[in-house]
């Protein structure tokens, strides 16, 4: 019966074009910048379906030839990349496409770290999140974007400065009308952000709007949204304001009454965020080891960026078609002058899921939409001392 239900599944993987020919990527970025913006959409496009709609091993192949070509213009750190120009295109079209081919590269561990080679891209990915609050396609894919690569103190640390924590609290003031991707990935990235002293303190001005907004959520019927939930309230609880804030809420009602009526997981970490909210400790500084913590995500199986794409155009001159009919190179490839595409981190398997709340950057990321976010047993952010105190009473 199990091979009865994979089946489908296969045929429909073997019946996606498997991309083989060498491609004219010098007319491809040419084309990115100069040509007509409805050529650029169907470029991003094709370009897109080569990592979503072939199997892993030339999915693979293919993100190498990209990131080895230099296919976004990423390879420039501090000036502005061709997919930064892209994202800020007048045409809607353009900009969604855009956003989507950047979310289809952060969904793998070698893609986030050639797009993140570009600290101009990660800034421009910000300001395109924060220019509006709305719920579009290319905003659910620009915060995607944001968020699988917000493992990264430094990168944590552009965004803060970039006042993301900020339009993340006004972004989830309208959790009403978002979508559960959005709803999902914006917690994931507040919560990562709020693990740092600087994450923390962006909230002290808006304590009492995130946390009633947290409040609300708190019974959310998705365990991973509300480990996310619990993850932030226990990173804000480390300071004294936002506890007031809490305290004078009823936030400690609203735990005590969630425990009650939350799976045993849940649970546990409803029972440790009650006993941050009746400590007495400060916010503690952010260590001085600023070295970035390991990328090991795991690829997934299905690379996110094509759900409810809104480019319908003749099927003749889309995709793989496109590609062969303008962009084949027909003579020998020759050795690429670029350096080697950049290693992502080891891969791992996760553990379970953790009693305390999240203590380390995690992202939704491989795990399916209804499973629990996961957290490590090593925690290396400064709350160890507090858990310990919890967990080990004197």
Not at 146 to 170: G, N, T, Y
Not at 334 to 345: H, R, V, Y
Not at 353 to 382: D, G, K, Q
Request: aromatic share 6%; glycine share 6%.
């Amino acid at each position: 019966q199990q091979q009865q239900q994979q089946l489908p599944r296969q045929q429909k993987q073997q019946q996606l074009p498997q991309p083989q020919q060498q491609l004219d990527y010098s007319k491809m970025k040419s084309d990115l910048k100069r040509s007509s913006n409805t050529r650029k959409a169907l470029l991003l496009q094709a370009i897109r379906w080569r990592l979503t709609r072939s199997l892993a091993p030339v999915r693979d192949g293919a993100l190498r030839d990209f990131i080895s070509n230099d296919i976004l213009g990423c390879a420039s750190p501090s000036s502005e990349c061709a997919i930064g120009a892209l994202l800020r295109n007048g045409d809607p079209g353009v900009q969604e496409q855009a956003a989507r081919l950047v979310n289809a590269f952060c969904s793998m561990g070698m893609g986030r770290a050639y797009i993140t080679q570009s600290t101009h891209l990660v800034r421009t990915l910000c300001d395109v999140a924060i220019a509006r609050l709305d719920d579009t396609h290319t905003q659910r894919n620009v915060l995607g974007s944001i968020q699988k690569i917000s493992l990264k103190k430094s990168l944590q640390a552009l965004m803060i400065d970039a006042k993301l924590p900020h339009w993340l609290i006004e972004f989830l003031k309208g959790v009403e009308s978002l979508s559960d991707y959005s709803l999902r990935y914006a917690l994931a990235l507040l919560m990562n952000l709020t693990l740092r002293t600087a994450g923390k303190k962006a909230c002290i001005p808006s304590g009492a709007i995130i946390l009633r907004l947290l409040g609300d959520l708190l019974e959310y019927d998705d365990t991973e949204v509300c480990s996310y939930v619990n993850g932030i309230l226990y990173s804000l609880l480390s300071v004294p304001e936002l506890r007031s804030e809490g305290k004078t809420l009823g936030l400690g009602e609203l735990l005590s009454s969630s425990i009650k009526t939350s799976p045993p997981e849940i649970k546990s970490q409803l029972k440790y965020i009650l006993g941050q909210l009746g400590s007495d400790s400060t916010v503690q500084e952010d260590s001085g080891d600023d070295a970035d913590n390991e990328d090991d995500e795991e690829d997934p199986e299905v690379i996110e960026g094509d759900e409810e794409d809104t480019l319908t155009m003749d099927e003749s001159v889309t995709g793989e078609t496109l590609l062969a009919s303008e962009y084949q190179f027909y003579e020998v490839a020759k050795p690429s002058t670029l350096k080697e595409p950049l290693a992502a981190g080891p891969m791992r398997t996760h553990a379970k899921l953790f009693e305390v709340p999240c203590t380390r950057p995690v992202t939704p990321l491989n795990r399916p939409y209804s499973a629990a976010p996961i957290c490590e047993h090593i925690l290396p952010y400064p709350m160890v001392a507090a858990l310990m105190r919890f967990m080990f009473p004197t």
